[in-house]
């Protein structure tokens, strides 16, 4: 059995992400090795990574990003480190004693304690999205890593209103190409504390909340925003 609290929180530690050819698998429970990579043909061990510089800590959520940017070779695993508050990226995990090709230093940058990294999510263009579920917010960052602004309400967990977040902890963007206009570039982020799903844009566009204990109906219609900010 695996807890499910603490060090092996679920809301923390653990994810799973598939590219064309392979899928990796960061672990909430395993000892040791903080992920592990298969080949989507058959399912057999490719090689695997631990956090780097903290031996000690567990991988969060990983995101695939498939192109290169001036910081970052094409093909690249993005990858939370919650209690080192850093995101790694890797060019792959063929080597368990390999180092990654950069590091995002993440820090509160609208107050607060020290960060707790969970989820990631990368677009396209390199940019990428870091849920704090210390700080209750979601930093964004340009393709180098430099740190470019937050959506939310940070340091305080905020439930009475549109626009914060009370423990994000996983995110995911639809693709700024999908297939589905609408959606287009949209974020989807997991916020624990108030047990709902956020849908909005990369700035402060709010779509919907979905409440996940069925108090109720599916979100649809339009916006809860009633104007877009300028």
Do not use: M
């Not at 799973?16 to 909430?28: E, F, G």
């Not at 298969?38 to 991988?59: K, N």
């Not at 402060?204 to 877009?228: E, H, I, Q, R």
């Amino acid at each position: 059995t695996c807890p499910t609290t603490g060090a092996r929180d679920p809301g923390t530690y653990g994810g799973v992400v598939a590219t064309a050819d392979r899928i990796v698998l960061t672990h909430r429970c395993g000892d040791g090795i903080g992920l592990n990579t298969y080949a989507r043909s058959d399912l057999t061990a490719r090689g695997g990574a631990s956090a780097y510089g903290c031996p000690t800590c567990r991988f969060g959520q990983i995101a695939f990003s498939p192109r290169a940017t001036t910081q970052t070779p094409q093909g690249a695993y993005y990858v939370t480190v919650p209690d080192a508050a850093e995101v790694q990226v890797w060019s792959g995990f063929d080597n368990v004693h390999g180092t990654p090709v950069r590091t995002i230093d993440v820090q509160a940058h609208g107050g607060g304690v020290t960060p707790r990294p969970t989820g990631v999510a990368v677009d396209d263009e390199g940019t990428t999205f870091v849920t704090d579920s210390a700080n209750h917010v979601v930093y964004v960052y340009d393709a180098d890593g430099t740190y470019s602004r937050y959506i939310g309400n940070p340091p305080d967990p905020d439930t009475g209103s549109d626009f914060g977040f009370d423990t994000p902890v996983a995110i995911s963007q639809y693709p700024r190409t999908g297939s589905i206009s609408q959606l287009r570039g949209n974020l989807l982020i997991a916020d624990r504390g108030s047990n709902r799903v956020v849908r909005r844009d990369t700035y402060t566009w709010l779509f919907w909340n979905a409440p996940l204990d069925g108090s109720s109906p599916p979100p649809s219609g339009p916006p809860v925003n009633t104007t877009k900010p300028s």
